[in-house]
Nanobody, 118 residues
Framework: QAQLVESGGGLVQPGGSLRLSCDAS????????????MAWYRQAPGKRRELVAR???????YYADSVKGRFTVSRVNVNSTVYLQINSLKPEDSAVYYC????????WGQGTQVTVSS
């Protein structure tokens, strides 16, 4: 069964950092994964899921204005893995974070919870 597995979330204080990981090897072989633009999305309670960072098949990146300068997306194609380095965390970054390709697969992983609180 195809799947996306996110990990690395947790409870951190404002200003802290986290590194999120996404294993997409269950969804695409590395050969196919290489062809996909991959993205990180987040959804806070009561809000719509939003794309926060994207990395193209060639490594070009895009960031939502709200995270620009603080988030860094990267990928390791041979492992079908995508990472999101999150620095200078703010309470408003609290959400469940998901990875998916862009445009998305017809399914989502379980996500990883990020909570920023003092």
């Amino acid at each position: 069964q195809a799947q996306l597995v996110e990990s690395g979330g947790g409870l951190v204080q404002p200003g802290g950092s986290l590194r999120l990981s996404c294993d997409a090897s269950g969804s695409a072989s590395s050969m196919i994964f290489n062809l996909y633009a991959m993205a990180w999305y987040r959804q806070a309670p009561g809000k719509r899921r939003e794309l926060v960072a994207r990395i193209s098949d060639s490594g070009r990146t895009y960031y939502a204005d709200s995270v620009k300068g603080r988030f860094t997306v990267s990928r390791v194609n041979v492992n079908s893995t995508v990472y999101l380095q999150i620095n200078s965390l703010k309470p408003e970054d609290s959400a469940v974070y998901y990875c998916n390709k862009d445009p998305t697969f017809g399914f989502w992983g379980q996500g990883t919870q990020v909570t920023v609180s003092s």
